[in-house]
């Protein structure tokens, strides 16, 4: 599911507006020559079984969307997904509309993936009418930036490429030079957090009779979709979104930086922004956001570490990560570097499991289609990869269950940085830890029925045996790496007997998966 190709224009357009959902290129048109076509298809609701508060906030925001069009004077053909006559697909609600419109010019914008992109070039063939692909402005680097970044390096250090864009930007830029002197203020974030401290909330939209409308649609259609809509509260206009943009910038940036590994039970969202969903399909812009955030900055509102903080995961992580999507091309989805084979515990699908941290990050997964970055990479992610679980299937679980995902964000993250699936393209390392380090970061080892401080034993946290289990399997693959090689050094000092004991408590714990 991809926004912005369930859009076509059919007449001569140009370039727009990135305040439009899905990056519509309409500036410039003439309104008495455009027909903008929306589409509600099956296919793209389906492909992966999406959360249905990820299905609620998309079909939504489209249809709040084609309002506002509808009210600026646009002509806008919009077809609902319960339409009897609807083809359950882009291509074949592209046919039927050029039978309704006989367009001169189709125009739409870039794929977001590779499956819409073998689509969307299908039609230059498949309809007489001249195809017209605009690039997708709603980001910083081009492709072809990116590739000429790219060329001849050994590696793709997402740091480098971030210097590039905040030098292309000016974002924190003093000249020449990064605010401050210095590119990264990393070493001051990443502080635990705990409870005394207050902790912020993000807003919470009522649905309106649109999105209660959608529900119902998606009650009816897609009832064996996973998670709830009963906490449904995302924003589902530009408007909405820009306060909950506000109400970050205001109230939870300052300590953004401080507390961007954090995790606390039943705070599902502490000092993150939860934007993504809006920065994703269009409702906010990235640039314009990291402009808000540095003129914060620039007043004295917030510090330098969680605006510079801020500014490299909009501006560097979720750019490098496109690129490296595109850049890896279409078979990047089937690398499996590790050669993990083991299927997705089915608690992924549940939250039910004695593991404290399992639970919170799936739990409020199911409940609100999101969980910040450390619960993604380090509970979830993290879980998945010392168990060895096939690669594509975390990918699809990733893909389906979080309001932000879009296979060129999601499938770099997961299959890259999540389970080191690319060997080393996107990550110097495997994000691969024990108990110690989810108990430095988080409050959920207090109260779980396993005890973080043991290896062995009934009662061991399991993460503690299946990071050495992970470890002593992937030794071929991992121990030249420069960054493995303190884990392989504490390897080696273990005891032949300690060895075996943490690989049968690994074992033993991995039978009870099934
Ligand atoms: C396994 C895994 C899967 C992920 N899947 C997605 C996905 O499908 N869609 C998605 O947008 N992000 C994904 N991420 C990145 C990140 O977890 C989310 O962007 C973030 O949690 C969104 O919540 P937020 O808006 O509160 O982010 P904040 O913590 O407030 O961060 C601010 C913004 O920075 C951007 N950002 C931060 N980290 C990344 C990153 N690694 N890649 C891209 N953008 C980033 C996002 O736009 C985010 O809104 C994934 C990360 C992992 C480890
Ligand atoms: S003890 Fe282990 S399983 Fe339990 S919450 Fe801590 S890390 Fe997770």
Redo the contacts with the bound molecule.
């Keep these: 599911m991809y926004l912005a190709h369930l859009r076509l224009l059919t007449s001569k357009l140009g370039k727009k507006a990135s305040r439009n959902l899905g990056a519509i290129h309409l500036e410039g048109r003439d309104k008495n020559r455009t027909v903008i076509l929306m589409v509600e298809v099956h296919e793209e609701s389906v492909y992966v079984k999406h959360h249905k508060a990820k299905l609620v906030y998309i079909l939504s925001a489209m249809r709040h969307h084609a309002e506002l069009l509808r009210s600026e004077g646009w002509l806008v053909d919009y077809v609902t997904l319960d339409d009897p006559e609807n083809a359950g697909s882009f291509t074949g609600e592209l046919a039927r509309a050029i039978e309704r419109h006989a367009p001169k010019q189709i125009c739409v914008t870039e794929a977001g993936e590779w499956r819409v992109k073998a689509m969307l070039d299908s039609w230059h063939d498949r309809f007489v009418v001249p195809v017209t692909i605009n690039p997708d402005n709603r980001f910083l680097a081009t492709h072809a930036e990116f590739e000429a970044w790219a060329e001849g390096r050994k590696q793709l250090r997402m740091e480098y490429f971030y210097r590039n864009m905040r030098c292309k930007s000016g974002l924190l830029m003093d000249g020449n030079d990064p605010a401050g002197g210095q590119w990264n203020y990393d070493a001051e974030n990443r502080k635990p957090a705990n409870r005394d401290t207050a902790i912020p909330r993000p807003l919470h939209f009522t649905p309106d009779p649109i999105t209660r409308d959608v529900m119902h649609l998606v009650t009816a259609h897609f009832s064996d979709h996973i998670g709830s809509m009963d906490s449904f509260g995302f924003a589902v206009t530009r408007a909405d979104a820009l306060k909950q943009q506000t109400h970050?910038l205001d109230h939870v940036l300052a300590r953004?930086g401080d507390y961007?590994d954090a995790m606390l039970t039943d705070e599902p969202?502490l000092w993150?922004?939860?934007?993504?969903?809006y920065?994703?399909s269009g409702l906010l812009d990235?640039v314009e956001l990291c402009k808000e955030v540095e003129q914060r900055y620039r007043d004295g509102n917030i510090p330098l570490n969680a605006a510079e903080g801020?500014v490299r995961?909009?501006i560097g992580?979720?750019e490098?990560?496109r690129g490296i999507y595109w850049l890896a091309g279409p078979d990047y989805v089937r690398r499996n570097e590790l050669g993990a084979t083991r299927p997705l515990p089915s608690f992924y699908w549940t939250g039910q499991t004695d593991m404290h941290c399992m639970s919170q990050a799936i739990g409020q997964t199911l409940e609100y289609a999101?969980?910040?970055?450390i619960q993604?990479?380090m509970i979830?992610?993290n879980f998945a990869l010392l168990i060895g679980v096939e690669p594509q299937e975390?990918h699809q679980w990733?893909?389906a269950v979080?309001a932000?995902?879009?296979e060129w964000?999601?499938l770099?993250?997961?299959l890259g940085?999540?389970q080191f699936a690319d060997g080393g393209m996107l990550a110097s390392k495997p994000y691969a830890a024990s108990g110690a380090y989810i108990n430095r970061m988080s409050d959920y080892c207090r109260t779980c029925r396993y005890d973080v401080k043991s290896k062995t034993g009934p009662d061991a946290c399991p993460f503690n045996s299946l990071y050495w289990d992970f470890i002593a399997r992937n030794e071929a693959k991992l121990r030249g790496n420069s960054r493995m090689a303190m884990p392989y050094k504490n390897w080696e000092r273990m005891s032949a007997t300690d060895k075996s004991a943490l690989q049968r408590q690994a074992t033993k714990f991995l039978e009870t998966l099934g």
């Design positions: 970050f953004f961007q969202f993150h922004s939860i934007l993504s969903p920065i994703n990235p801020f995961q909009i992580w979720r490098y990560v999101y969980a910040h970055h993604r990479l979830t992610g975390v990733y893909l979080y932000d995902a879009y964000v999601e770099p993250n997961t940085m999540g």
